[in-house]
């Protein structure tokens, strides 16, 4: 039981490359989320996932795109890095449900990007 | 407004030394609030719950205060190891898609 992983764990891009940060998660949790982390700003949603087949925007999503490719896997794809893009992107699951309110959110270890 | 705010400290504290943290949020339909803890560097992992009554688990007691919008975590005894960032959380409801949603932390640094 490997919980979330993320690939890669780092990565260095030049202004104007295009990536794809991978996440998976093998607990069969319905819900997936992307955050990005910077210096005095804390953990901002990106985008969210609550099932399978549905996306959402957070409270950052611009040059962002995501797919939710199954239940396991949550991809969030930069198409135009930026500089302004490094950062480091956890990717996070939950089991959701009306029920389930107090139920643990679960982190990747993390990526670290540099956009130049 | 941030919808979860934090005092960022940094709080430097001796060994031994109780401490508190306080985190306010502005939604009054958040539904769930936890503490999490977050190494230098490292993904954030949970810390404990906080329930409506308060809650305990060894030194660390959290409370929460539904009317004021308001949660706190006591952390008595500290440890060296007790050094690290830590992140009220609360949540939207399941219709909302039962996101969590972050304070940007408390920096904590236990000295000997």
Redesign the interface.
């Known amino acids: 039981n490997a919980g979330v992983t993320q690939t890669p764990k780092f990565q260095v891009l030049k202004t104007g490359q295009s990536m794809t940060l991978q996440c998976a998660q093998d607990m069969n949790h319905n819900s997936m989320y992307w955050y990005r982390q910077d210096p005095g700003m804390g953990l901002r949603l990106i985008y969210y996932s609550a099932s399978e087949g549905t996306t959402d925007k957070g409270e950052v999503p611009n040059g962002y795109n995501v797919s939710r490719l199954n239940k396991r896997e949550f991809s969030l794809r930069l198409e135009s890095a930026a500089p302004s893009q490094t950062s480091v992107y956890f990717c996070a699951s939950r089991r959701t449900s009306a029920e389930a309110i107090q139920e643990t959110q679960y982190f990747g270890p993390g990526t670290r990007l540099l956009v130049l | 407004r941030k919808e979860v705010e934090q005092d960022?400290g940094p709080f430097n504290v001796p060994e031994g030394a109780t401490v508190a943290f306080n985190c306010t949020y502005s939604n009054s339909a958040s539904?769930?609030f936890?503490w999490y803890r977050q190494d230098c560097?490292?993904?954030?992992?949970?810390l404990m719950?906080v329930y409506s009554s308060g809650n305990e688990d060894g030194r660390f007691t959290a409370q929460l205060n539904r009317a004021s919008q308001y949660i706190s975590l006591l952390i008595r005894d500290s440890k060296l190891s007790d050094s690290a960032t830590y992140?009220c959380?609360v949540?939207t409801s399941?219709s909302q898609?039962?996101?969590?949603?972050?304070?940007?932390?408390t920096e904590l640094s236990v000295k000997p």
């Open positions: 960022p539904q769930s936890f560097r490292k993904e954030p992992k949970l719950s992140l959380v949540t399941y898609g039962g996101k969590l949603i972050f304070g940007q932390g």
